[in-house]
RNA sequence: GUGAGUGUAGCUCAGUCGGCAGAGCACCAGGUUGUGGCCCUGGGGGUCGUGGGUUCAAGUCCCAUCACUCACCCCA
């Protein structure tokens, strides 16, 4: 029979690399609880126009990357390309949306974008999200920021830089595109590129952001948010930088940074590493305050963050499972019952472990047991049948001796501790 | 959506001017009557991505096609 391939950009994790995904979902947790932040878990599936609404129609992952499609009954659904919209929609069907106070979320799970696969980039790829409502303050960006530093932090990476700026609000950003439009008006069309001779009209905050050469240039010159915040926006973008000085979180101030979901304002960060190919954005994050009214809720602010599991994974080093504590070897058939009853007795204990199911010499036994990396084998062939002993052998040292079948356990014991974790 | 590159053993790859399909690693067995790693000997493994063409002869040249990778774009 003919081979089935898998879908482009969809992938299979092996271990190791299945390892590196239990650790950053592991830290997740560890980091975002002592944080508050509860577990969310939402729909893979919404409605398209849940995506549509809240990225914006204008956005290249609304207009050319999402999987759409109509269901049996023919309503649009789209397999979710970020968490945000997702997470909101759920909180505004909660009586949380409506109780007060201040709501803190974190998701884990895949995202779904319909783009050409590269390093660092599938079409199925994985994410950590975190997302706190129903607080307007400085104090709240900072807050989450520094938790997005601390899980990398915990995750032992190194050689990341934090960048950081504001896009205004509704009051003053207006201000700013015409002021930006016309500035970019005044520049001679031939230096733009394609994409931003349309762009420099209809979304000009984009144009800060281009790669193109001849846009870069131009834009060196370009006006800047930060110069034009209103007084709210100016002091709210203040403080934050304040607060992040004060914890030592190194940034960098881009006054070009802009997001390429359109529900941003205010304060948006990014967390960029130069070490995973071209696509350098680890993290990326901001405030969205008018996200839960323009989905049909209350007026409720917002900020949060995504940050992408497969980069971080590029960046893992030396994330390996434990080995095994031990390997049962079995010598004989008529000691199969017993050694299945001793491994099941040594699970139950804490010890992490497996048996060999067939019949073979010592010697093949022992290759295997060495080849896994386990840290003892254990031996039951006629012999210990008789004596009700199991010889254990410690696989670093070499020393072998018999015990009682009774006393597995505490053979094993005064080798070393059972474990209480995976890496 | 655009561009470039790569497809040969489980993995990494070599294969000259078109002339018998190769290496290292991995795997299995033996070197010890029931003892691993190091070493030695032997063994199993191939639709040379697929289809067509040129030729006495194609892994090698030509065409098509599929898959993968990287980059653009965009983003995490």
């Excluded at 549509?52 to 207009?63: F, K, L, M």
């Excluded at 001679?188 to 000009?204: K, M, Q």
């Excluded at 001796?401 to 080798?415: H, I, P």
């Amino acid at each position: 029979m003919s081979r089935i391939n898998k879908i482009k950009g969809f992938f299979d994790l092996f271990p190791p690399e299945s390892t590196s995904y239990m650790f950053m979902e592991d830290k997740a947790r560890e980091i975002f609880l002592k944080y508050s932040y509860q577990e969310l878990r939402t729909p893979i599936l919404e409605q398209t126009e849940l995506f549509a609404r809240s990225i914006g129609q204008e956005t290249d992952v609304v207009q050319k990357e999402m999987y759409t499609f109509p269901d049996r009954k023919g309503r649009s659904l789209t397999m979710r390309p970020e968490a945000t919209a997702g997470v909101i929609r759920a909180f505004i069907d909660s009586p949380a949306s409506s109780s007060g106070g201040v709501s803190r979320f974190f998701t884990l799970g895949p995202m779904f974008r319909y783009e050409r696969p590269q390093k660092g980039r599938a079409r199925q790829f994985h994410q950590v999200n975190a997302e706190m409502l129903g607080e307007d303050s400085p104090y709240a960006d900072a807050e989450i920021i520094s938790m997005l530093w601390a899980y990398l932090q915990a995750l032992g990476l190194q050689e990341m830089t934090l960048e950081i700026n504001s896009l205004g609000c509704p009051l003053c950003r207006p201000g700013f595109d015409t002021e930006l439009k016309h500035f970019l008006a005044g520049n001679d069309p031939e230096v733009f590129c394609e994409d931003c001779r349309r762009r420099s009209d209809s979304n000009p905050l984009r144009v800060l952001d281009c790669k193109a050469s001849g846009c870069r240039d131009m834009v060196a010159g370009a006006p800047r948010i930060v110069d034009n915040l209103c007084q709210g926006c100016k002091e709210h973008f203040d403080k934050v930088l304040e607060i992040l000085n004060s914890f030592n979180i190194p940034f960098k101030l881009n006054p070009f940074l802009v997001r390429g979901l359109d529900y941003y304002q205010r304060t948006t960060f990014e967390v960029i590493s130069d070490d995973i190919g071209s696509q350098s954005a680890v993290a990326g994050g901001g405030r969205y305050d008018g996200l839960v009214k323009d989905l049909g809720g209350p007026e409720i602010p917002g900020i949060g963050f995504a940050c992408g599991m497969e980069r971080l994974a590029l960046l893992l080093r030396g994330i390996r499972e434990k080995p095994l504590d031990f390997y049962l070897a079995v010598l004989h058939q008529d000691a199969m019952h017993k050694a299945m009853q001793l491994v099941q007795r040594l699970r139950g204990k804490g010890y992490h472990g497996e048996m060999g199911f067939k019949i073979r010499s010592v010697k093949s036994h022992l290759r295997q047991a060495n080849k896994k990396k386990v840290k003892t084998c254990l031996l039951l062939g006629l012999d210990e049948m008789q004596k009700n002993q199991v010889q254990v052998k410690d696989m670093s040292t070499g020393v072998q001796r018999a015990v009682s079948q009774d006393d597995v356990e505490q053979a094993l014991g005064l080798v070393f501790q059972p474990r209480n974790n995976n890496f």
